[in-house]
């Protein structure tokens, strides 16, 4: 098993819908939870952080569930500018970043 | 301006020749970071160094060896290149050794022919 799985999509999605991706990771001792987006032959940048309580930040909300060890990131109201990977990141130890493979996402006009 | 950044962008090199890659970063971190991401977009730490001790050393051949003359530049060399080194290799920095403020350089693309 993948120590970070996520759906690889590619999700296909209209302007303004809102659009979930799901992420799974196999440790439990996991430490921290992050959302990275990686644009098409650009590094990645760190999107946001996912805390236990779930946190907002504009159109993107992160949300964890320890006990099933699953992150998600909900975007509402897509943009075309939002068309890009994005990259669960999960830390066991905070020195080191697992990366899942990302999920593709275009948001189409 | 830019805060990570590496040398060079593109680099096109024969199999058995050995090539280095550069990474200097301005944001005062000391913690770099070399990470490889394949032609399946899978991104893998390689290398880490705090205030230039390498604390990080994954599971990668001995023909790549980092070098981190100071806390600002850590460089990447590899020796004898092979077909499966071809992908792009990223730099990043920290601040101590938090991975949460990871920035990332812009990447160089390496293709071994």
């Known amino acids: 098993r993948k120590e970070v799985e996520q759906d690889p999509g590619p999700f296909n999605v209209p302007e303004g819908a809102t659009v979930a991706f799901n992420c799974t990771y196999s440790?439990?001792?996991?430490?921290?939870f992050f959302w990275y987006r990686q644009d098409c032959r650009k590094e990645p940048k760190l999107l946001m952080s996912?805390?236990?309580?779930?946190n907002e930040d504009g159109r993107f909300t992160a949300q964890l569930n320890r006990a099933s060890q699953y992150i998600s990131l909900l975007i509402r109201d897509s943009k075309l500018s939002d068309s890009a990977t994005y990259l669960c990141?999960?830390?066991?130890?905070?020195?080191?970043?697992?990366w899942g493979l990302g999920t593709s996402l275009a948001v189409n006009p | 301006d830019t805060a990570v950044s590496q040398t060079p962008k593109y680099l096109v090199t024969q199999m058995g020749n050995d090539k280095s890659i550069k990474c200097e970063q301005n944001?005062?971190?000391?913690?770099m970071y070399w990470y490889k991401q394949d032609s399946k977009k899978f991104l893998k730490i390689m290398f880490s160094?705090?205030?230039?001790?390498?604390?990080i050393n994954e599971t990668v051949p001995n023909r790549f060896s980092p070098k981190s003359p100071d806390k600002a530049h850590l460089n990447l060399h590899i020796n004898s290149l092979e077909l499966g080194d071809s992908a792009v290799y990223f730099c990043?920095?920290?601040?101590?050794?938090?991975?949460?403020?990871?920035?990332f350089g812009p990447g160089t693309r390496l293709t071994v022919l």
């Open positions: 990043a920095s920290s601040q101590e050794i938090k991975v949460d403020t990871q920035y």
């Open positions: 944001l005062g971190h000391d913690t």
């Open positions: 160094y705090n205030n230039k001790e390498l604390i």
């Open positions: 440790n439990s001792a996991s430490q921290s």
């Open positions: 996912v805390y236990s309580s779930g």
């Open positions: 990141v999960v830390s066991l130890n905070n020195r080191k970043l697992i």
